[in-house]
């Protein structure tokens, strides 16, 4: 049975959608000025609410979710949802649920074995009653936005899918229809929060344990923008060592290590081999991530693996955790908007805390199977 949605369909069915989604996703800005404003005006509403932990220790997971997860839901459902509403908190968790039970060495026997594991209980079957849950609240969105609709000025993505759907209803052969809105919307709901999130998550732990490379950032900011001017993109060429240090953390986290799995379309040369049509493949990212001819001791946090010995930034074709090829992620230019402007923005008014001593802290990921996922940890932000 072909699956429904973007991420793990094939054929006509992945090229409709796709192209739908990358299409409308730059309508609403994706890439542009607009999308920039609106991450800008999330990044400050985020500061306010690290200003109200008032110095006192607190896990980020939630916070930096709620962040990440309002961008994609303005463009998806077009609303802004406050970080203490309790139906947005319940999906960052099933979400999170979701990466941290895929990861886990339930997750990868399920990859392995799908039809022994769909018959023995175990945590995995979770992870599916989570996926029900959240495609329950994509299905009532749904249900509000038809009830809604103004074909001639759609709001967000489900307008224009359901529009599409319309226009498209004598068309034996379009994707478009119910079971694909749902399964595209989860898709592009969970990849545009829990990455990105969990990125950042990863990045400030990172931080926590080598103080000296956050003040020197922090050092970098105060010279480029300053500490009342909102960050923005354009800032990023004048800022090298702020951009390695983002582009290190992406490296060394190597947030997907395998890559999602994709299907062989035809019978394909692979150096001595021959891969069989059909065969499943992972693209495994970390190999090309923790490359040690490309990064010198590749296992540690170096952000001089992206800089030139003049201290200019250093691009690399090694550098790709967004995957690679035709289906390289089709949000990768508004996640490294978010990663960039929410870090920068964070550094700029805080000083990151650790709890312990920072030798101490422990920056392996806490599992490392679909995601790399960091320990759960806690920390304080000190207002600068």
């Known amino acids: 049975m072909e699956l429904c949605g973007i991420v793990f369909s094939n054929g006509e069915r992945w090229k409709q959608l796709r192209q739908f989604a990358l299409t409308t996703l730059r309508n609403f800005g994706m890439g542009k000025r607009s999308i920039e404003m609106q991450i800008q005006e999330e990044a400050q509403y985020l500061v306010k609410k690290l200003s109200s932990t008032q110095k006192m220790p607190f896990d980020p997971t939630f916070l930096l979710s709620c962040a990440v997860s309002n961008i994609i839901c303005s463009i998806i459902f077009g609303k802004h949802r406050d970080y203490e509403d309790r139906k947005f908190l319940t999906l960052m968790g099933l979400m999170n649920d979701i990466f941290h039970v895929v990861s886990s060495h339930w997750g990868q026997l399920y990859q392995l074995f799908p039809s022994l594991m769909d018959v023995l209980p175990g945590p995995h079957k979770r992870m599916f009653k989570n996926v029900d ?113 983002v582009h290190e953390i992406q490296r060394f986290i190597a947030v997907i290590p395998l890559g999602l799995p994709h299907t062989v379309s035809q019978d394909t040369p692979f150096r001595q ?105 806690q920390l304080c932000v000190l207002p600068r």
């Open 273 to 377: 081999y021959i891969i069989p049509k059909g065969t499943t493949i992972y693209p495994i990212l970390s190999s090309v991530l923790h490359d040690s001819k490309e990064f010198p001791d590749p296992e540690q946090f170096n952000p001089e693996h992206f800089l030139n010995e003049n201290g200019t930034f250093r691009k690399s074709n090694f550098f790709m955790p967004f995957s690679a090829g035709k289906r390289i992620c089709l949000g990768e230019s508004l996640a490294r908007m978010e990663i960039f402007l929410i870090l920068v923005t964070i550094l700029q008014n805080f000083t990151l805390k650790p709890l312990i001593d920072p030798k101490e802290i422990d920056i392996s990921p806490e599992m490392s199977g679909f995601g790399n996922a960091p320990k759960p940890y």
């Open 133 to 245: 849950e959240l495609k329950k609240f994509i299905s009532e969105e749904v249900k509000k936005h038809q009830d809604s609709l103004d074909p001639s000025s759609p709001q967000d993505i489900i307008d224009c899918f359901l529009t599409k759907m319309e226009q498209d209803k004598h068309n034996d052969k379009s994707e478009f229809y119910l079971e694909n809105l749902v399964a595209t919307t989860f898709d592009l709901f969970i990849a545009g929060t829990e990455t990105p999130s969990t990125t950042l998550r990863y990045g400030l732990l990172i931080l926590l344990k080598y103080p000296e490379i956050q003040e020197k950032v922090q050092k970098e900011i105060d010279f480029v923008i300053g500490r009342t001017q909102s960050a923005c993109m354009a800032n990023r060429s004048q800022m090298p060592y702020t951009d390695a240090v």
